[in-house]
């Protein structure tokens, strides 16, 4: 199915465990972005890509580690989980060029217990 | 330091009334902005924009207002439906100073249509 996909859609995990959240998009996208979402806070990025193997920080990237090695997925790891990491995170991808808003994935809702 | 700010966390609004949600930014090198809509248990869509160069944008019932003197946009829904009950988020980037094309959204406001 064309879009952007995110796994899982929901994940408990332990305090100081390493989880993986997945991104998958089927459009070849150039840009990828990872934000989460806090009562409070609105939505803040956490790191985004321009391209594979190119990746920079966002406002709040301490704790997070990304990579992308092929243009169509980009996965954001939790080196060891905190429980104010416990959020929503939401994927997203465009194409270059202004003309174009992002696209977001459902979202994966993260507990850290 | 918040550079997108949405002040008004909720707004009711009556069917068939105007719905008027706002957005301040500071960053004047912010050029573009965006309006995105978020139902609860999904992502945000989009749903529309404005580029500097322009003071009004329409799609439909929803028109984008933007006053680049007070740094000031709003968007505009009329005739507003329970359909548009969600929380929107206000966004903006420096498209034109190049790089990343990175958003910096608002917190949100929830609105709710009542029928």
């Known amino acids: 199915d064309a879009g952007i996909t995110q796994s899982p859609r929901y994940k408990i995990t332990e305090t100081g465990r390493q989880v993986t959240l997945m991104c998958h998009q089927t459009?070849?996208?150039?840009?990828m972005f990872w934000y989460r979402q806090d009562l409070g806070h609105g939505l803040r990025l956490i790191y985004y890509?321009?391209?594979?193997?190119?990746?920079d920080k966002g406002e709040v990237p301490d704790g997070y580690v990304v990579s992308r090695s092929k243009t169509e997925n980009f996965p954001l790891t939790l080196e060891s989980a905190t429980r104010s990491q416990t959020s929503v995170y939401f994927c997203?991808?465009?194409?270059?060029?202004?003309?174009?808003?992002?696209?977001f994935g459902s979202g994966t809702r993260l507990t850290v217990v | 330091d918040q550079q997108v700010k949405q002040n008004s966390p909720s707004l009711s609004v009556q069917e068939g009334r105007i719905s008027i949600l706002n957005c301040d930014y500071t960053?004047?090198?912010?050029?573009?902005f965006l309006w995105y809509k978020k139902y609860p248990a999904e992502g945000p869509t989009f749903l529309i924009s404005?580029?500097?160069?322009?003071d009004k944008n329409e799609d439909g019932r929803f028109t984008v207002f933007l006053n680049k003197s007070a740094k000031h946009l709003s968007l505009h829904i009329v005739p507003s439906q329970p359909g548009d009950s969600a929380v929107y988020f206000c966004?903006?980037?420096?498209?034109?100073?190049?790089?990343?094309?990175?958003?910096?959204f608002g917190k949100g406001t929830k609105l709710t249509v009542n029928p």
């Open positions: 997203a991808s465009k194409p270059t060029g202004k003309d174009y808003g992002y696209t």
């Open positions: 459009w070849s996208h150039s840009y």
């Open positions: 890509s321009a391209a594979a193997d190119i990746t």
């Open positions: 960053n004047s090198m912010f050029d573009y």
């Open positions: 404005i580029s500097s160069i322009k």
């Open positions: 966004a903006a980037s420096p498209f034109a100073q190049g790089g990343s094309e990175k958003l910096v």
